[in-house]
């Protein structure tokens, strides 16, 4: 696993929204908009059991997690590029773990999109490589 430099930690940990890539069974790419925590190991994204993106992981684990921030002074810009290898949760004691930080970081989180186990996995994405700009 990849330790992360302390100010792209940082980074990952005060932003609230991503874009999560993976590989769709023809090759292209499935990119979408997700919450995440960051407990600065790992990477957690609950998501329905049966999501496109939850398919494509059990048929290939490689993932890519794109955190930026925008602003209209282009010199300000930042982002930061996770690509790692994800692990479906689909309950336990690390399910638990990672649904706490994801309700924590997230309030309305449990009252509007509650994980729960048998409906609902988390994703967790190990960091293989960051690049970053502007961090």
Known sequence: ?????????????????????????????????????????????????????????????????????????????KSLMVQGTAEICEGGEEFAYARRLLYRKYKQYERMAPIEEGESVIIKLIPKKVIASNI
């Open 1 to 77: 696993m990849l330790e992360l430099k302390r100010k792209y930690a940082s980074f990952l940990k005060k932003q609230r929204v991503g874009r999560l890539g993976t590989i769709s069974e023809d090759g292209t790419i499935h990119l979408v908009p997700i919450c995440y925590a960051f407990d600065g190991k790992a990477i957690y994204i609950g998501t329905e059991a049966n999501s496109k993106k939850v398919k494509n992981l059990k048929k290939n684990p490689s993932a890519t997690l794109l955190v930026d921030v925008y602003y209209e002074n282009w010199n300000r810009l």
